[in-house]
């Protein structure tokens, strides 16, 4: 099976390649050091020709609110009519948990245009939605900083190993179109403000931590379980503990 990965440079696109393939299916990385840029166009037809799947684990350059909507739209639109006109079978993207329940955020509120435009397509489709990367708990913190101190909501967060995101979607990507949503989180729930203090103590940085239920996460403010998966959510088995012992090795 010819599997085109979209952003398969990237954190979860390189290991999606790289399972693909021991799979057994031809897994071609596509971005635009590869020569396709799916904002020009340039390069896309050429990639997709005899594609029987495309799967887009691309991001923005940018995540300013007009950048980053402006990205997804014309990405999202240009793979679309590419795949259309290369007879694709299944067009699969990955979003995020809590998308649509968040339009304060200007990236969530992107990445809703995104998952609109497949599903209005006509293509057969899947969309993958996963909770937030363990890989980003440090861009978190940062994003959460003020004068030296981290100010984050108790809010529960369900995050995952990019390892396991890599895994859902490539079951999705050479299964049957679900012409619909699967969610993906990790094993555990925790609160937002616990995650980051675990994560700094690992890292050996002392910065003080201050519960704060009206923090905003990326723009917006989070709800008990704005970012947990819905009921029928897959479970990943990778645990907070087993991914920071893992990368001391």
Do not use: C
């Not at 709800?223 to 991914?243: M, P």
Request: charged share 20%; proline share 4%.
């Amino acid at each position: 099976m010819k599997i085109v990965v979209i952003g398969g440079s990237g954190l979860i696109g390189s290991k999606l390649v790289a399972k693909l393939g021991e799979h057994g299916h031809e897994a071609v990385p596509a971005s635009p050091a590869s020569g396709v840029n799916t904002i020009t166009g340039e390069g896309v037809a050429e990639v997709l020709a005899g594609a029987d799947v495309v799967v887009d684990v691309s991001n923005s350059p940018s995540f300013a609110d007009a950048d980053v909507l402006a990205f997804f739209e014309t990405a999202t639109t240009t793979l679309l009519t590419a795949a259309a006109d290369a007879g694709v079978g299944h067009y699969v993207a990955l979003s995020v948990v809590g998308a649509d329940s968040l339009p304060d955020s200007g990236y969530l509120r992107a990445k809703v245009a995104q998952e609109q435009l497949i599903t209005k397509s006509g293509l057969p489709y899947s969309i993958v939605r996963a909770t937030q990367f363990y890989e980003f708990a440090k861009s978190i913190s940062e994003a959460a900083t003020v004068d030296g101190v981290v100010h984050a909501p108790p809010a529960l967060m369900q995050p995952i190993a990019a390892e396991d995101v890599a895994s859902t979607v490539g079951r999705v990507a050479v299964g049957v179109p679900v012409n619909g949503v699967v969610e993906v989180g990790g094993p555990e729930l925790i609160g937002m403000d616990d995650l980051i203090r675990a994560s700094l103590t690992a890292r050996g940085d002392s910065r003080e931590v201050v519960t704060d239920p009206h923090a905003r996460y990326f723009g917006t403010e989070l709800g008990e379980r704005s970012l947990v998966t819905g009921e029928g959510g897959l479970k990943a088995g990778t645990t907070f503990a087993d991914w920071l012992a893992a990368q001391a090795e």
